[in-house]
T-cell receptor
């Protein structure tokens, strides 16, 4: 149980375009999901907390208008990187929390902006 | 904010050797979690610890929740090549639906054949 599916697993896009990443909880409902960014050989950096039916909570230094988060249902959260630039290239990981089992992570999305 | 320290940052071991890594903090945590991340993948939960002093095993992995609630260790016995990856600890301060897990910087493990 507690499976989180993330899609796509990798994406290459041109500078200036937008990219949408999906995170789905497959066998449980997640009122809260989390989005992380990970640079090579670095730890996970929390970007924002996605709340079903309400606005996401962004960590300090994360641009809300650049990283749009939508959590329209109890099983789906999306992260849209708008007007992507090469410096946005990174590994993005989502997770959802189940009580007492901590976080279950998606498999990650490697974004490359060219 | 709260921070977790993991040591060692990286380690190279021979296949078959035992491995020990730990996670420490200046804060008290209610839950400790250990994750492993393979290259290009998301972290996968290995062991969850909920009580001070708790010792839990998962196959060749053993983890303990420190008595002081400020630390935890993870041991891997008889390492094999597929143990290669980054091991993250995470501590939870309180049980609610907010973001209250803090992740350590990770220990990068390399296993030499």
């Amino acid at each position: 149980g507690a499976v989180v599916s993330q899609h796509p697993s990798w994406v290459i896009c041109k500078s200036g375009t937008s990219v949408k990443i999906e995170c789905r909880s497959l066998d449980f409902q997640a009122t809260t999901m989390f989005w992380y960014r990970q640079f090579p050989k670095q730890s996970l950096m929390l970007m924002a907390t996605s709340n079903e039916g309400s606005k996401a909570t962004y960590e300090q230094g994360v641009e809300k208008d650049k990283f749009l988060i939508n959590h329209a249902s109890l099983t789906l959260s999306t992260l849209t990187v708008t007007s992507a630039h090469p410096e946005d290239s990174s590994f993005y990981i989502c997770s959802a929390r189940r009580i007492r089992t901590g976080y279950t992570f998606g498999s990650g999305t490697r974004l490359t902006v060219v | 904010g709260q921070q977790l320290n993991q040591s060692p940052q990286s380690m190279f071991i021979q296949e078959g050797e035992d491995v020990s890594m730990n996670c420490t903090s200046s804060s008290i945590f209610n839950t400790w979690l250990w994750y492993k991340q393979d290259p290009g993948e998301g972290p996968v939960l290995l062991i969850a610890l909920y009580k001070a002093g708790e010792l839990t095993s998962n196959g060749r992995l053993t983890a303990q929740f420190g008595i002081t609630r400020k630390d935890s260790f993870l041991n891997i016995s008889a390492s094999i090549p597929s143990d290669v990856g980054i091991y993250f600890c995470a501590g939870q301060l309180r049980d609610n639906y907010g973001q209250n897990f803090v992740f350590g910087p990770g220990t990068r493990l390399s296993v030499l054949p």
